[in-house]
């Protein structure tokens, strides 16, 4: 006793009958299909976020994970790029990282143009 072999599509229509898909026809009677949804814009919109002219200059990172040693790293664009690991360290430099706030050139700049 053998069944009859079944299609891999079982309960839909013999592949022969489909037809491609067409565009469907624009809404104007143009005869040109739609390109995008409604509702969906089409051209990028300008930021509508307004700065007050500040940017970060120098970024502090510190890691202090659960038992393990403690990292810090302090980066700035006048060309400081420091890092430190252990207690002290990164203590030492997250200290000498506040204080090249004040003589850092780049910052140094801004204050003074601010006032």
């Known amino acids: 006793m053998s069944t009859p072999p079944r299609s891999p599509l079982e309960g839909h229509p013999p592949t022969s009958r489909l037809r491609l898909a067409e565009p469907a026809p624009a ?3 143009s005869g040109a299909p739609k390109v995008v949804a409604e509702g969906v814009p089409t051209a990028v919109r300008p930021d509508q976020q307004t700065g007050d002219g500040r940017y970060p200059v120098a970024w502090l990172t510190i890691t202090a994970p659960r038992g393990a040693t403690p990292t810090a790293t302090s ?3 006048c060309g400081r790029n420091l890092f430190a690991a252990g207690h002290r360290k990164a203590l030492a430099l997250i200290a000498d990282h506040t204080d ?3 003589r850092c050139p780049l910052r140094a700049d801004q204050e ?3 006032a």
């Open 75 to 77: 980066i700035c664009q």
């Open 100 to 102: 090249h706030k004040t």
């Open 112 to 114: 003074g143009a601010a």
């Open 27 to 29: 809404v104007s009677g």
